[in-house]
């Protein structure tokens, strides 16, 4: 009976041909290999059971998006990168929380939003032009950088000082930042629930309907305000030639 043993990474630089910090940079990659597949398996499976669950809000979603640069885009780094052998190569990762998704997303999201929100005419008059400029980054950003950060700090702060555990506190907690996710359909949040992903044609599409399930509420929390409607003005009655205008 022989056991197998696990070669430790070498000690020294004559060793073999790789370095130890050749090993420590491989285990980075596959570190962030993993991580990818992970979070590409679990919207792909968050996908599967939107178009399972409810097949005619997922078309509507996918004619919506297919005009999409954006959309188009991914598909083709999808197909150049082959992510798809790296999804479906081995046994299914377990499901990524969540949680976690949307925390990697927030600051992307929010550099895109404040990139392509409509500037006010007072963004000019607002301090901090000087360093924006010495940084080469949009005013915008730089304000919702440092806003971010202050917010994080925050929250770190209430962490630290104890805030109450429980699941009332859990879900209020989940209800205050509105990253639930199926707060729509009731259903999206089960993870254990989810069907395995679908390898072949519905593959991206999938990842990118697991991508709105789970990214939904990121999305439209910095989606534009909606333009508020103008109100018609009163009709204004004729008055005869002559007659001063009533005061």
Not at 184 to 211: M, N, Q, R, T
């Amino acid at each position: 009976m022989t056991t197998e043993t696990t070669t430790p990474p070498p000690s020294g630089p004559a060793a073999g041909p790789l370095s130890p910090v050749d090993h420590r940079a491989l285990a980075f990659v596959g570190q962030v290999n993993d991580c990818l597949r992970q979070c590409l398996c679990t919207l792909a499976r968050h996908g599967v059971a939107l178009r399972g669950r409810e097949p005619e809000r997922a078309r509507l979603l996918l004619d919506t998006l297919r005009p999409c640069p954006f959309y188009k885009g991914g598909q083709f780094l999808f197909d150049l990168m082959e992510w798809e052998d790296l999804m479906v190569d081995g046994e299914p990762p377990p499901l990524m929380p969540a949680e976690r998704i949307v925390s990697a997303c927030t600051f992307p999201v929010q550099w895109i939003a404040a990139s392509t929100a409509d500037a006010p005419a007072s963004a000019k008059l607002i301090p901090g032009q000087r360093t924006a400029t010495a940084l080469d980054l949009p005013l915008r950003l730089l304000a919702t950088t440092a806003r971010t950060a202050l917010l994080g700090a925050a929250q770190d702060l209430t962490d630290l000082l104890g805030t109450p555990a429980g699941p009332v506190a859990a879900e209020t907690a989940a209800d205050d930042a509105g990253y639930a996710v199926g707060q729509e359909s009731g259903h999206e949040a089960g993870e254990a629930e989810l069907p395995p992903l679908e390898a072949g044609f519905y593959l991206y599409e999938d990842i990118v309907l697991g991508g709105l399930v789970v990214l939904g509420p990121l999305l439209a929390e910095h989606a534009p305000a909606p333009a508020e409607p103008v109100e018609p003005a009163e009709p204004v009655e004729p008055t005869p030639a002559g007659t001063p205008p009533a005061p």
